[in-house]
């Protein structure tokens, strides 16, 4: 069982950026997947997190109105998609999921894959 996060990468600060959570040898849609991100001397925080109903929950304020999660079942993928990214937004983000419901936080996800670095230049 895996998970695994991509898309990261470098841009300015105003362009968009969707990542990708990608499950292998399970199925994401009877399961709840949550992105949380580290950046540079700072804990890992919750930011958004899609239920198996499809309901998202935000946990990030400083992300409302820029950031939205969806899914594509036949891809058993989950993505993020980063809107008006600013420079505090430079992180670590993981991907994580659990059965159904939400969690926010990180080590009460069930499998939590690797990190892709985004990185928005001010």
């Known amino acids: 069982v895996q998970l695994q996060a991509s898309g990261g990468g470098l841009v300015q600060a105003g362009e968009s950026l969707r990542l990708s959570c990608a499950g292998s040898k399970f199925t994401l849609n009877n399961y709840a997947v949550a992105w949380f991100r580290q950046a540079p001397g700072k804990e890992r925080e919750g930011v958004l997190c899609i239920d198996s109903n499809d309901v998202s929950i935000n946990y990030a304020g400083s992300v409302k109105g820029r950031f939205s999660m969806s899914r594509d079942n036949t891809k058993n993928t989950v993505y993020l998609q980063m809107n008006s990214l600013k420079a505090d937004d430079t992180a670590v983000y993981y991907c994580?999921?659990?059965?159904?419901?939400?969690?926010?936080?990180?080590?009460?996800?069930?499998?939590r894959g690797k990190g892709t670095l985004v990185t928005v230049s001010s």
């Open positions: 994580a999921a659990r059965p159904w419901r939400c969690s926010r936080e990180y080590y009460g996800m069930k499998f």
